[in-house]
């Protein structure tokens, strides 16, 4: 039986970047799952808090995923959604695995390596988040955490977006040493190293620097489309989109990497349109600049209408706080019902039990 495993930090509404490379393919996941299939999907906020978050503010995005996952179309009957922090033992397996993890190996993380250009703080206690004050232990190990999420569940698949992919490798390699180290001999592994599943939109661009992935930690709004955005907002985040003045639309992501991006949003959105996205930039070759904005702008519109229809909806009505919280309880308790398992065979493995 398949079980697919995903988590998303609670970092305020979800980008195109995370619905197209990410939520969708969960959704396509739950919708076509076999019946003996488990879905679980997190919102990790330990991971979150390796970097200083406001207590409120993660409060607010934390049931603000919550919402967004409801809205995207994920449904209590068929997936488990849950909290992280709720289930204890990521926690208790993440230590275990630090215990197993190479600390040379981690320290080649592209997102570790990226933050290590920071310049020097003045204290250690410096409050500034761009200082190398801000490198806390748990963001070096973060991508045991994340292991941690995976093996707990003996997850067969993990749908992520291209950026995770280094970190699922890591899993894997450290599921593979765990059972090479605790049950060499045995048949069944310990912890099941996880395949990957990459969506077809993997890399979302930026709006506003095409050569960068869309990204939450942008400092401008307007480099992200959020599944929650009006029409008039998703028409003027569109309209202030980056291009370039080649004449005509053509699909080219190394020379033309805007407009590729736009090409490229469209198709994923509503793959009806098209064959393929080059197919489609030669569908749209006499449009101008602004008339493939409008076009894309209401493709995303009307791709994200039902989204954002229940996304309103359930943060809107009396009761709707009630029912998220609700969702949470209940895909709390299925989740740690199955890693209360996995731990009774990781203790017993360790001698622990
Ligand atoms: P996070 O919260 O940054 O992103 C959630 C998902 O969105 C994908 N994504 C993108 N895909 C395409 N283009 C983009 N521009 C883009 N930006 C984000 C990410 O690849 C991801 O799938 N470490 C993870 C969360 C996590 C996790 C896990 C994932 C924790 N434990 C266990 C899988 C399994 C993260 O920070 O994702």
């Known amino acids: 039986p398949k079980v697919i495993f995903s988590g998303i930090q609670p970092t305020g509404i979800p980008h195109l970047g995370n619905y197209l490379g990410a939520l969708r393919q969960w959704v396509k996941l739950q919708n076509e799952a076999a019946p003996n299939t488990t879905l679980l999907f997190s919102v990790v906020d330990l991971h979150a808090i390796t970097i200083k978050q406001d207590a409120s503010e993660l409060a607010r995005w934390r049931k603000e995923m919550l919402a967004s996952l409801h809205a995207i179309g994920l449904e209590r009957e068929k997936s488990i959604v849950f909290y992280q922090s709720t289930v204890a033992q990521h926690a208790e397996l993440m230590w275990i695995l630090s215990c197993n993890a190479s600390m040379g190996y981690l320290s080649r993380m592209t997102q570790w390596k990226s933050k290590l250009a920071l310049p020097s703080n003045t204290s250690p206690f410096d409050p500034s988040p761009n200082s190398k004050a801000a490198l806390k232990l748990g963001l070096f190990s973060y991508p045991v955490l994340q292991a941690a999420d995976i093996l707990l569940y003996a997850t067969t698949h993990v749908p992520v977006g291209e950026d995770q992919a280094q970190h699922l490798e890591f899993a894997r390699q450290l599921a593979i040493?765990?059972?090479?180290?605790?049950?060499?001999?045995?048949?069944?592994?310990?912890?099941?190293?996880?395949?990957?599943?990459?969506?077809?939109?993997?890399?979302?661009?930026?709006?506003?620097?095409?050569?960068?992935?869309?990204?939450?930690?942008?400092?401008?709004?307007?480099?992200?489309?959020?599944?929650?955005?009006?029409?008039?907002?998703?028409?003027?985040?569109?309209?202030?989109?980056?291009?370039?003045?080649?004449?005509?639309?053509?699909?080219?992501?190394?020379?033309?990497?805007?407009?590729?991006?736009?090409?490229?949003?469209?198709?994923?959105?509503?793959?009806?349109?098209?064959?393929?996205?080059?197919?489609?930039?030669?569908?749209?070759?006499?449009?101008?600049?602004?008339?493939?904005?409008?076009?894309?702008?209401?493709?995303?519109?009307?791709?994200?209408?039902?989204?954002?229809?229940r996304y309103e909806e359930v943060m809107g009505r009396s009761g709707g706080d009630e029912f998220l919280a609700e969702i949470a309880k209940d895909g709390s308790s299925k989740a740690r019902e199955i890693a209360q398992r996995t731990m009774g065979n990781i203790r017993r493995a360790l001698g622990m039990e």
Request: a negative charge; charged letters at 30%; zero cysteines.
């Open 177 to 309: 040493g765990f059972n090479h180290t605790y049950a060499p001999d045995s048949e069944s592994p310990l912890l099941l190293p996880p395949a990957t599943i990459l969506s077809p939109a993997k890399r979302v661009m930026s709006l506003t620097k095409p050569t960068n992935k869309m990204s939450k930690s942008d400092p401008d709004p307007k480099s992200r489309i959020l599944i929650t955005d009006s029409k008039d907002d998703i028409g003027r985040k569109f309209k202030s989109a980056l291009t370039d003045s080649v004449a005509g639309v053509s699909y080219d992501r190394e020379q033309r990497p805007g407009v590729s991006n736009l090409v490229d949003i469209m198709y994923h959105m509503d793959e009806s349109v098209a064959e393929s996205p080059d197919a489609l930039a030669r569908d749209m070759k006499d449009l101008s600049m602004r008339a493939l904005k409008e076009k894309v702008a209401d493709t995303v519109d009307e791709g994200l209408r039902d989204v954002r229809g």
